[in-house]
């Protein structure tokens, strides 16, 4: 149950939003409230005032124009999953979407909602990481749009300032022939990952990029194409896991896994994810 009183705002444009949040920095922001609710109902978060983006009527948007694909903060993660633009221009993102939490949370949760909250284990993070994703912050002044590695800080913590909302996320779209994936690691279905990762590779390649999660503060990216000259055999799948448990060594323990265990799956998780990768692009000889 809800620990305290608190104000609650449901402003109907962006620019009300923007002016309640650049005119008091004790506002907490609720998209979809997945991550928010539960943590107030356990009393770990006592906002004082709540400000909900659920009727604005706008930020729920996917749309491709000049070789990006873009989705509004507040696009649920059910919509992610099966749009037809994300499916064809970034289907990492959409197979991250459809193993986010349960089907109560996919349909009420929000791309920009899991963004914000930034937690480590988060399905999207490693995703956005691997392909160049981009973040886009709005306040009542303006736009500014940071790369993935400038936005996420460390623990649940993020660029944006009090401020600012996160307003839309961009991906570039996928380059023709070129494969990606998304794998994790979860004790049962519904869970935060144990350990993620997904995988953007080109047909030749002469460009591959696996992104872990779960294994420290923040997403950590790795650039492979140097352990694959000679293709995916398993000398560079040995070299690509060793990078992967070396690039680990922030990992930490909690309930679920300690930090070794977590420096062992990224080894197996950032193989998998890269040889999945390299099977689903389109041009290159078997």
């Not at 409230?33 to 009727?55: A, D, E, Q």
């Not at 399905?123 to 590695?149: E, H, K």
Request: charged fraction near 20%.
């Amino acid at each position: 149950m809800l620990s305290r009183e608190f104000e609650f705002h449901a402003p109907r444009t962006l620019g009300e939003a923007l002016e309640l949040i650049a005119a008091d920095d004790d506002v907490t922001v609720l998209a979809g409230g997945m991550s928010l609710m539960p943590m107030m109902n356990l009393g770990l978060v006592k906002p004082s005032k709540v400000l909900s983006l659920n009727h604005l009527g706008v930020l729920d948007d996917v749309s491709v124009e000049d070789g990006c694909l873009t989705l509004g903060a507040c696009v649920r993660h059910a919509c992610v999953a099966t749009d037809p633009l994300v499916l064809q221009h970034c289907p990492s993102l959409s197979a991250a979407a459809r193993v986010v939490g349960d089907t109560q949370v996919r349909n009420r949760g929000t791309i920009g909602g899991s963004i914000a909250h930034a937690d480590p284990s988060a399905d999207y993070l490693p995703v956005l990481a691997a392909v160049g994703a981009s973040i886009t912050l709005t306040s009542s002044i303006g736009n500014r749009t940071l790369s993935a590695a400038e936005f996420f800080i460390d623990v649940m913590f993020t660029a944006r300032e009090p401020s600012e909302l996160v307003t839309a996320v961009s991906v570039p779209v996928q380059p023709h022939g070129w494969g990606a994936s998304y794998e994790r690691l979860a004790r049962v279905e519904g869970s935060f990952a144990i350990v993620n990762a997904a995988a953007l590779v080109s047909a030749d390649l002469s460009s591959a990029t696996v992104a872990l999660g779960g294994v420290g503060p923040r997403p950590v990216t790795l650039e492979m194409a140097s352990y694959l000259h000679n293709g995916v055999d398993d000398a560079a799948l040995i070299a690509v896991g060793d990078a992967a448990y070396e690039a680990s060594e922030h990992a930490t323990g909690d309930v679920m896994s300690d930090g070794e265990y977590r420096r062992a799956m990224a080894r197996v998780l950032a193989c998998r994810a890269l040889r999945r990768a390299v099977e689903s692009t389109v041009g290159r000889s078997r």
